[in-house]
């Protein structure tokens, strides 16, 4: 990997959902129709918009605690169902990501993505977006471990050999932060996202910013 100079870090390791894509109101409409369809209680809105970060299953035990594995598998089906193929809700990049990796790129950083979401959802946005290229590597929750366990983190430094040290996760809720932590990483919080700025800053990340030019401020 190409190294620079008076930069502290080589590797930007991205969050997806609610740090380069704003998707919250798709994941949120998915949930509550999944659970329409098999007709079980919907924990609300603001519930679903907490657990935006987690891996599916992870997320349903914090949803649902009460509704047993069966029940919780009818969720993930119908979920992915709508998410893939049936929701029409719109997801848009915040402003200035697109242009903003290609300048990252330019400025010789390495990009990777680790998100909570599936392969198949997280390769479906990249072909949408034509966003694939930028990044040199992705793990998604269902390949490792769900977030905030450091694994997914873990696995991007060993394949590109990057030390913890010289890498940095961006993310836009506590479960980014503390998986950054766990792996011995710093991060970056944003707090344009689903969690809110104080939430955030009580994880102590190395700093929190408003927007996505903020963060390329951070980095260039």
Not at 103 to 117: D, M, P, R, V
Not at 119 to 139: A, C, Y
Not at 151 to 162: A, H, K, P, Q
Not at 167 to 179: H, K, N, P, Q, S
Request: proline share 2%; glycine share 6%.
């Amino acid at each position: 990997m190409t190294m620079k100079k008076n930069k502290d870090y080589d590797l930007i390791i991205f969050d997806w959902d609610g740090t380069l894509m704003d998707s919250e109101s798709k994941i949120v409409n998915c949930f509550r129709k999944a659970a329409q369809d098999i007709e079980i209680d919907y924990p609300g809105d603001k519930a679903v918009r907490n657990i935006i970060g987690l891996g599916l299953k992870e997320a349903l035990a914090v949803l649902m605690p009460n509704y047993d594995d069966t029940a919780q598998q009818q969720v993930v089906e119908r979920y992915r169902e709508h998410f893939l193929h049936l929701d029409e809700t719109e997801m848009s990049l915040f402003e200035g990501v697109e242009e903003g990796l290609r300048q990252l790129q330019l400025e010789n950083y390495s990009l990777a993505i680790a998100t909570g979401k599936a392969r198949l959802g997280l390769d479906k946005v990249l072909e949408q977006t034509q966003l694939g290229e930028h990044f040199i590597i992705s793990r998604c929750a269902d390949e490792a471990k769900s977030k905030p366990h450091p694994r997914m983190v873990l696995d991007i430094l060993t394949e590109t050999g990057v030390s913890a040290d010289r890498a940095i996760v961006v993310g836009d809720t506590t479960y980014d932060i503390e998986m950054a932590h766990r792996a011995n990483t710093n991060a970056l919080a944003v707090c344009y996202g689903v969690h809110q700025r104080e939430k955030l800053i009580a994880q102590q990340p190395i700093d929190c910013v408003e927007n996505f030019t903020a963060v390329l401020q951070w980095f260039l």
